[in-house]
């Protein structure tokens, strides 16, 4: 077991780097401790940072729950890797995943469209060409 620490010390070290850009939350099972992982997120954003959140369970498992804080760690998610690691599906070929089952969700348009939009990575090396030798 590690060290407790309260949300706003973390918050208050999120507010101390300014090299940071985002916050993780994984496992464990975030969706295992929702209100306290809600709570950080929360922090995470009002601080301007993104949130990304590591579950084991299915998009459309998190929402027909029907727990407000499984909705409100959703809601405070901004891209949920959904799906557990199966060794059967895994690779290194995949960005910010260990299986191909796992998706990246972009949940606010998620939420708003009513279906699963996933998240594409946007590369910024991509308009740059390898020069042939």
């Known amino acids: 077991g590690g060290e407790e620490i309260s949300v706003e010390a973390l918050a208050a070290q999120f507010q101390a780097n300014p090299l940071l850009d985002g916050v993780t939350l994984s496992g464990g099972e975030p969706f295992a401790q929702a209100a306290d992982c809600a709570q950080v997120a929360r922090q995470a954003h009002q601080a301007g940072l993104n949130v990304w959140t ?11 729950k029907g727990d407000p804080a499984w909705e409100a760690l959703l809601r405070e998610t901004d891209v949920l890797v959904d799906g557990p690691f199966l060794l059967g599906e895994k690779t290194y070929g995949l960005p910010f995943r260990g299986s191909r089952n796992q998706r990246l969700i972009r949940v606010a348009e998620s939420l708003q469209r009513g279906q699963v939009v996933l998240w594409e990575s946007t590369d910024p090396l991509a308009k740059f060409t390898v020069p042939e030798s």
């Not at 084991?56 to 929402?63: D, H, N, R, S, V």
């Open 54 to 64: 590591y579950t084991g369970y299915l998009f459309e498992a998190i929402q027909a």
